[in-house]
């Protein structure tokens, strides 16, 4: 974009001072500035999605995969196939209910029990190495159930 | 319910010192009545440093006795008859020093006398008589010097820190702009376990206080955390997660060998030394939700502890042997702390305000260190054996992780 935005007054200036004594009248400005946007675009058009791995979340004092979770834990699984150079940090995390080890504990359970489902998915057990915080890292201190998950961490 | 043994207890470890001038007989009733003269401070003019300092260790003594439990401070002897049981303590400060006379309140006969200089901090200074009052009084070994170590919230992270037993001089441990978690003391009171991450694993490390010195204990893959040194000093207690989940491990300081003591898929944490260093309760998820369990340190005999609620944790063993702390989750989902003996399940609930977490014993077992967010935020408090005198001791950091340190020698 950076290329684009510096191009146009360049452009415009060069049209001014080409075009100015042919014509009288700067009408095409914006035409041909039309025309330049496209080529710019196919230009930067990635051959694949960027990579992107999203948390997922599990109910209170629990490390079960959730359905909602297991659509993420695919799309994850999708992602890490594009990207096979890519490894990631599982980490596991609890909302504060509860003692700070028994969290640890549970943090480890559910970065695990996602890296379960991932090799169940087919992704290969290198990629993966998993870390708990407990309830010493949370999303938001205000709302627990958003505490109480998983996050994917690129190394 | 055997609380009365905390009372036997008193009185009978009271009984075979030499210098013991009344015994304990009874809990709250028997207390020695206390006459606290106002200080007599001589020489420099009344606003100077030295009546400054005389002032504050007069303050802090009065608080340290009260505290103690083992006395009935009297404001107005007008109300003590002839021929009642008690002792006066008379105080003179001059030059540097404070001279500390303990009377007879009947016949005036002098139990004992003795002199100390007012140190910098004077607050030590009231420390150190007060924990002598009490040896010579009781026979029993005071509080008043011990130190409490937490951990607290600094800049997305935890640090650690220390505090006197009333919550006065505060004084970093860590100052790394980690997470590090899990404050424990070495029973000689000049050492801590702590846990901290290290290249995403979570490890234990030895702190010595006054060294400043660092040295890594347990760093095995996964989670190496919840150190606990046996009261006798010869072993350490922690969580490992290297087999997959967390279990229970022993490290025999002397054989330097590593004894797993749990085996099983469910979550084995929170391990704490009964005073004996023969006993370990723990936390455990084996039944499905977490309860509270007691073990041998060779991983034998265990046996379930709690039955009532579904979320048990957070157990401290009292330093006297015939009760355990720990936090129950209650039906509105406050966590409140529990009391009960360990050999006969019969739970007591000491706290009802907001949620009331993490206990831990001071050293004479009279006192619970724990906390609290009643005021919005997690902070230090402390309270006696049955949930009564209740005194906040931080204010403005969110704390958690407490441990009381051990008596000084």
Known sequence: ?155 | MKYPLILVLLAASALPAQDIYLRLTDYGGGKINLVLEPFTVEGPTSGSDFTRRAAVVEDVLGNDLEYSLYFEIVADTTFLQKGTEGVVLRATAANEKISVRLEDFDTREKISERSYDIEKDPRRTAHTIADEVIKILTGEKGIASTRILFSYRKSGGKEIGMIDYDGYNFTRITNNDNINLFPSWAPDGKRLLFSTYTNDRLNIYVYDISERTTTSLSSFRGLNFAPCWSPDGTKICMSLSKDGNAEIYVLDLETKKLHRLTNNSAIDTSPTFSPNSREIAFVSDRSGNPQIYVMDTHGGNVRRMTFHGNYNTSPAWSPRGDIIVYVSREKDNSQQIYVTDPTDFSPMRITYLANNEEPAWSPDGLHIVFTSNRTGQYELYTMNWDGSRLRKLTTGITANAPDWSPLAE
Do not use: W
């Open chain 1, 1 to 155: 974009m950076r290329y684009v935005r510096l191009g146009i007054p360049i452009f415009l200036a060069l049209l001014v001072l080409i075009g100015c004594p042919r014509r009288q009248v700067v009408q095409p400005t914006e035409e041909v500035v039309v025309e330049e946007v496209p080529e710019e675009v196919i230009i930067e058009e990635p051959a694949k999605p960027p990579f992107m791995v999203q948390r997922i979340f599990f109910d209170f004092d629990k490390s079960d995969i959730r359905a909602d979770a297991a659509e993420i834990l695919k799309k994850n699984a999708q992602m890490l196939e594009l990207y096979p150079e890519v490894t990631i940090i599982i980490e596991g995390h609890c909302c504060e209910i509860g003692t700070a080890e028994y969290n640890l504990a549970l943090g480890e359970r559910r970065a695990k029990a996602a890296q379960d489902y991932l090799l169940m998915l087919g992704v290969t057990p290198a990629r993966f190495s998993t870390i708990s915080y407990g309830e010493e890292r949370p999303l938001d201190p205000e709302i627990l159930e958003r505490n109480r998950r998983c996050e994917f961490r690129s190394n």
